[in-house]
């Protein structure tokens, strides 16, 4: 009988001790972001996808068809074409695909860019059902921005 006694007042005193800690926790602050109501404020050295910078002076990208993003990527995520218009002196960037899926978001390929074309995206919410929703086309968003 005294078995039985004390487990009900051991199992009483832990049931006041757990009431004790939420109680205490409800009169503290909220510190819990409501996610989709309320977006978190992105840092600034946040890295997302790789993406084309934006020029002005062109209305288009700086890529120069190089190849050093593609050469330092250890991923092996970036694969770009380009080709040689009629009349023009350099190549021209064709199709320049990121495969996101097996990217490390490492930076070296915005590193070794010798003009700058690339930089690192603000995205934070990707999510997808399919792998091809992360095989992104950088030519194609650049035209598709505002």
């Not at 946040?46 to 250890?74: E, L, N, W």
């Amino acid at each position: 009988m005294a078995a039985y006694i004390k487990s009900i007042l051991v199992g009483t005193w832990s049931l006041i001790a757990g009431l004790a800690i939420t109680l205490r926790f409800v009169f503290k602050p909220v510190v819990t972001c409501q996610y989709p109501h309320a977006v978190p404020k992105i840092p600034d050295r946040y890295r997302g996808h790789i993406d084309f910078v934006y020029d002005p002076a062109t209305c288009s990208h700086k890529c120069i068809v190089c190849g050093m993003c593609q050469k330092t990527c250890p991923s092996g995520c970036i694969s770009l074409e380009g080709e040689k218009l009629e009349g023009a002196k350099k190549k021209t960037l064709s199709v320049y695909q990121l495969n996101f899926t097996t990217c490390s978001l490492c930076g070296l390929c915005v590193e070794a860019c010798p003009t700058g074309a690339l930089t690192f995206s603000k995205e934070y919410n990707l999510a997808g059902f399919d792998e091809k929703e992360y095989h992104f086309d950088l030519i194609k968003r650049l035209q598709e921005r505002p």
